[in-house]
């Protein structure tokens, strides 16, 4: 089925470090969010996008939809330890796959105090 | 807390059994999801409800079905259950207060089929 490609797959970095991850895939998306998940609970909501080359913020996280409308970017500035976790990318094509989120595989992120 | 109320937390069976996972949306909204997630598969979209009907169906294997009642809630109904059905099962809702497209999920149900 659909695939989004997430990279990295893990990052291990020093507290106050910046972040940098993305998603790619071979078809376009409308739509594209970023989830952060921690263990024993649900995704949780953090940036959405909707139009190519839209730049959002969110405190300290800042993400990017991309020109091509096929991967989206996601920088975390200053990481705090609080920022652990594993964050998804997801899309969403519209048409008749409407509602339809198709997940990346995850990057785990660790902060070291 | 994003609002979405999903029971049990937790269900252990046994292969062959069904059972039934139940998820009440953010309050006003009309869409529900349910999603699958295994080590193996991440992520996977199962269906869309809105307001009762079904509106999208993703890899939902025949043996899983699913329904959205009047007052808005939703039941994933697993059968025949076999090992590899173990997961964790998220619902998701979206609608109010926010774009359609911004699905928030509940706390998922953790499925270990023995």
């Known amino acids: 089925g659909q695939q989004l490609n997430q990279s990295p797959q893990s990052m291990f970095i020093q507290e106050g470090e910046d972040v940098s991850m993305n998603c790619t895939s071979s078809?376009?998306?409308?739509?594209w969010l970023w989830y952060k998940q921690e263990p024993g609970e649900g995704p949780v909501l953090l940036i959405a996008?909707?139009?190519?080359?839209e730049l959002t913020s969110n405190g300290r996280l800042t993400a990017q939809f991309g020109i091509t409308r096929k991967d989206s970017f996601l920088n975390i500035s200053a990481s705090i330890p609080s920022d652990v976790g594993i964050y998804f990318c997801?899309?969403?094509?519209?048409?008749?796959?409407?509602?339809?989120?198709?997940f990346g595989q995850g990057t785990i992120l660790t902060v070291h105090p | 807390d994003s609002g979405v109320t999903q029971t049990p937390k937790h269900l252990i069976t046994a292969t062959g059994q069904r059972v039934t996972l139940r998820c009440s949306p953010r309050?006003?909204?009309?869409?529900v999801y349910w999603y699958q997630q295994s080590l193996d598969q991440g992520l996977q979209f199962l269906i869309h409800?809105?307001?009762?009907?079904?509106?999208a169906k993703g890899n939902i294997l025949e043996r899983f079905s699913a329904q959205q009642f009047p007052d808005l809630h939703s039941e994933l109904n697993l059968s025949s259950l076999e090992l590899g059905d173990s997961a964790l099962y998220f619902c998701?809702?979206?609608?109010?207060?926010?774009?359609?497209?911004?699905?928030?999920f509940g706390p998922g149900t953790r499925l270990t089929v023995l």
């Open positions: 996008l909707y139009k190519a080359g």
């Open positions: 078809s376009i998306f409308n739509t």
């Open positions: 998701a809702s979206s609608g109010v207060g926010g774009s359609y497209n911004e699905q928030f």
């Open positions: 409800y809105y307001n009762g009907e079904e509106r």
């Open positions: 997801a899309g969403q094509q519209g048409g008749t796959s409407y509602g339809k989120l198709t």
């Open positions: 309050s006003g909204d009309l869409s």
